[in-house]
């Protein structure tokens, strides 16, 4: 029965089963993610979305559905490489029930309808900017005092939090950008294939074969009877990669 689901590095959704034992469940996670160990980032009282430790060591390429998530569920940072959900529990891995299995696909089916190269709404912003203030507040020497703190603020202006947050969102849109260019080249392409395909079947339609004579009746039409080029004519077998 499957009991977690895996984020590829494309983010595409795949759902799994792990094994009911937890060193079998251990190799299978490393697996999955291709890791030798494995970190964890709790999203709720009942998911834990699991990683790569040495994930960032290596430039593994961003996973913007399984980033989306973290930022869903209010957690700083994003994702490299591929990322499995399963259950949470304080004795390490658990595995998701029935039910959920269907509220993690039901969350990423929504994340996923996100259109690259479109503007994120706005929603949650004010929440980021007060994880990134605890964050920098956190990465203060102790003897900084809150009062400090915010009178520092307030001398320049612009909070270190919204540029910070200006920088991540300017980098997050010019991947999508990318991602949005990628993805209409990839369509012209299909576009291209296409309408060679429909040239070839318009050609193949020219030079087909004749019942009665058995010749081709493209080829032989203008001085029928007199002149006949037997089936397949070289036109088709050009076609069909065989000499003229």
């Known amino acids: ?25 251990l190799t299978v996670m490393n697996a999955v993610l291709g890791s030798h160990g494995v970190e ?20 593994r390429p961003v996973n913007a559905l399984a980033s989306a998530v973290l930022d869903r569920y209010g ?8 990322a499995l959900i399963t259950g949470r529990s304080r004795k390490g891995t658990c595995p998701l029930d029935a039910d959920g299995v269907a509220a993690v696909l039901g969350v990423l089916g929504e994340l996923s309808t996100v259109e690259w190269g479109k503007p994120v709404p706005a929603g949650g912003s004010d929440q980021r900017r007060q994880r990134y203030d605890e964050a920098v ?3 203060l020497p102790r003897e900084v005092q809150a009062e400090e ?16 947050m200006a920088v991540a969102e300017a980098e997050t849109a010019e991947l999508r950008a990318c991602l949005a260019r990628q993805a209409t080249s990839i369509r012209e392409l299909a576009q291209t294939v296409r ?16 019942q009665n004579t058995g010749d081709c009746e493209h080829c032989s039409e203008r001085d029928y009877p007199n002149y006949a080029v037997p089936w397949p004519c070289p036109t088709i077998r050009a076609l069909d990669g065989s000499q003229p």
Do not use: Q
């Open 75 to 82: 957690v700083p940072g994003g994702i490299c490489g591929p």
């Open 195 to 210: 309408d060679a395909e429909a040239a070839l079947d318009r050609v193949r339609a020219l030079h087909v074969r004749n």
């Open 149 to 164: 703190w915010a009178a520092f603020r307030g001398t320049i202006g612009l909070g270190i939090s919204d540029t910070v």
């Open 137 to 139: 507040e956190k990465a």
């Open 1 to 25: 029965m499957t009991n977690a689901v895996l984020i590829t590095n494309d983010s595409h959704v795949v759902p799994l089963t792990l094994p009911a034992a937890p060193d079998d469940r």
């Open 40 to 59: 964890a980032a709790d999203l709720t009282d009942h998911w834990t979305m699991w990683v790569d430790e040495s994930s960032a060591m290596y430039r």
